[in-house]
């Protein structure tokens, strides 16, 4: 088992930034690839950003150049910076890790005004 804990969620106003963490505990050897999502009101849950155990990334077009996916294998946490926030990026952000099967945090809201 893995358990996913998110945290530095909050409201921001637009053109700020935040950064997301979430630490891994479990059986954290086996955890593989790593990512953030996100679900807005109304809508289905979507790929931010990934990150592979060996550090490759990858982005959705609406974020690139914006946010900044990482991670810290010591530290077993997986971060997400988010730059020049905008509205439309208001979601709750879901941490996902990938060890043999997908698991889930629980989520944080991320709250963008105009």
């Known amino acids: 088992q893995v358990q996913l804990v998110e945290s530095g969620g909050g409201l921001v106003q637009a053109g700020g930034s935040l950064r997301l963490s979430c630490a891994a505990s479990g059986r954290i050897f086996s955890i593989h690839d790593m990512g953030w999502y996100r679900q807005a009101p109304g809508k289905q849950r979507e790929l931010v950003a990934t990150i592979t155990s060996g550090g490759s990334t990858n982005y959705a077009d609406s974020v690139k150049g914006r946010f900044t996916i990482s991670r810290d294998n010591p530290k077993n946490t997986v971060y997400l910076q988010m730059n020049n926030l905008k509205p439309e990026d208001t979601a709750v952000y879901y941490c996902?890790?990938?060890?043999?099967?997908?698991?889930w945090g629980q989520g944080t809201q991320v709250t963008v005004s105009s």
């Open positions: 996902y890790g990938f060890a043999g099967s997908g698991y």
